[in-house]
């Protein structure tokens, strides 16, 4: 099985001139423990956001609340000045606390020193794509955003952003969004087993909207399934490079932001944009639900 050159195509945000590798990475690991503080080994994560870019990786995802601070200026150390096609996509919605807790924060001055804090680190004049960080750890929760989203919007007309997107959301709440400015992405929980999104998706195609599961291996605890370790097995492949070929290929919308703080667990998850399912695994790997025949320990 051999990497790809075009890391499963590309796709460009709707109503922009934004194109990216559809097999993007998730910069969230290159911080400490529990996304908090330094990383153990911070020439380590250099190298993997490096050897990224240089495998053609494009879309590369993170939060100045990573950290916080520090996973931004990684990318800052390692990849500024930043190639013309590189797109760096970041969320607001929350903060840290000092003891490294996790702050929901949608205020007009969060969200604003959010975007300023984002810019600073990363080293720009202005955000490609900031998404709106709303709802639990991995479930959305109904309620309106138009308030949060009107500021976003207020910052893009200001030219400090170019596109919004939401994360953690339901299809009503990117309705009320829409009504303000554009979403050119969706970025929720989904994969192979965690399957609630699977009307959104489609829904999202429809409008040639991007869909960016975020855990896309199953979050704190890998993804652990029979039919899923006989596929990998019968293709020579890693059950988690067989978990992510098929979100490839679940839909055209979905791009992958898979994360790792290492070089080699970093080819192994872009090797996955090469691997090509036969319909009739497509079909049994979909037919996995949740709760079934699937564990998380």
Known sequence: MSTQANL?????????????????????????????GPPRDRDA?????????????????????????????????????????????????ARRGDDGSWIMDASRDGLTQGVHDNLRNLGLEWLDVVNLRVGGITAPTDGSIEEPFTVLAELQQKGLIRHLGLSNVTPAQLAEAQKIAPVVCI??????????????????????????????????????SSTLEEVARSLRATPMQVALAWLLQRSRNILLI????????????????????PPEVMDSLGSIAQGQEVSSS
Do not use: C, W
Not at 8 to 36: D, E, K, N
Not at 70 to 79: D, G, H, S, V
Not at 196 to 222: E, H, K, R
């Open 258 to 277: 898979p994360g790792t703080s290492s070089v080699g667990h970093l080819r192994e998850n872009i090797q996955a944009a090469a691997l090509q399912l």
């Open 8 to 36: 499963a195509g590309t796709f460009t945000f709707p109503g922009t001139s934004l194109t990216v590798h559809r097999m993007g990475y998730g910069a969230m690991q290159l911080a400490g423990p529990h996304v908090f």
């Open 187 to 224: 970025q929720n929980f989904y994969n192979i087993v965690n399957r609630t999104d699977d009307n959104f998706i489609d829904s999202l195609a429809q409008q040639g909207i991007a869909y960016v599961p975020f855990f896309p291996l199953g979050g704190f605890t890998p993804l652990q």
């Open 45 to 93: 994560a250099i190298a993997v956001l490096r050897e990224a870019v240089a495998t053609g990786v494009d879309h590369i995802d993170t939060s100045d609340f990573y950290g916080p601070h520090i996973t931004n200026q990684i990318i800052r150390e390692a990849l500024h000045p930043y190639k013309d096609s590189l797109v760096i996509v970041t969320k607001l919605g």
